[in-house]
């Protein structure tokens, strides 16, 4: 897991820890010390730190015009354990929505797993109801945390599965990207 690395051909665009609006304004990734793991595992250095013990995440990109951002996960998503909805809800997404930010696109290919909890319900809504006209978008999930997550309902406050499981989004600018997830968003959203 220590070679699984946050994608980074897009930092000449954006770099989340020189933007003064960022919850990650200023953090610092080490170059070369592996400072985190997950279980026995050391990943990567240049995740960041969500304060959870199994989830770590990347902001690859933030677009404050149109709203929107593009964050990569890695790690296990555990709201059964760790609350990981809480953690990421308090510390990351309510920073982001007070700046304006309404469209979440999650890059889930390096989710290892998803654990439910049935009463962590509440943190998913009131992050869906706090996006007036946005959306939460996860594109690449592995076939089991799909089935995990539709298993306890979590696709029903976020957009996931379909083409939204095999899009190439390495490929294109992240606008590009928006405005491809936002069309096949609003197409569902409009069924």
């Given at each position: ?21 960022s ?12 400072t985190?793991?997950?279980?026995n595992?050391?990943i ?12 770590f995440?990347?902001v ?14 890695m ?5 059964l ?32 797993n ?38 306890f309902?979590?696709?029903?406050y ?32 409009s069924?």
């Open positions: 897991m220590h070679t699984l690395e946050p994608y980074f051909n897009w930092r000449h665009l954006y770099v989340a820890s020189e933007d003064p609006q919850p990650f304004f200023g953090y610092q990734n080490s170059e070369v010390h592996f985190d793991q997950i279980y595992f050391l990567h250095p240049q995740w960041d730190n969500i304060d959870s013990e199994t989830l995440l990347k690859i990109y933030v677009d404050y015009t149109d709203g929107f951002a593009v964050i990569e996960l790690g296990e998503w555990n709201d354990l760790h609350n990981d909805i809480m953690t990421l809800k308090r510390g990351v997404i309510e920073l982001m929505i007070e700046e304006g930010i309404t469209k979440y696109i999650l890059i889930c290919e390096n989710l290892l998803f654990h439910a909890d049935l009463d962590a319900d509440d943190y998913y809504d009131e992050w869906q109801d706090e996006l007036e006209d946005g959306w939460i978008a996860v594109l690449n999930l592995r076939d089991h945390v799909l089935v995990e997550m539709s298993k309902g979590i696709d029903q976020l957009v996931m599965g379909g083409t939204l499981n095999d899009i190439s989004w390495r490929t294109r600018h992240p606008k590009q990207l928006f405005e491809k997830i936002d069309e096949l968003v609003m197409k569902r959203l069924i």
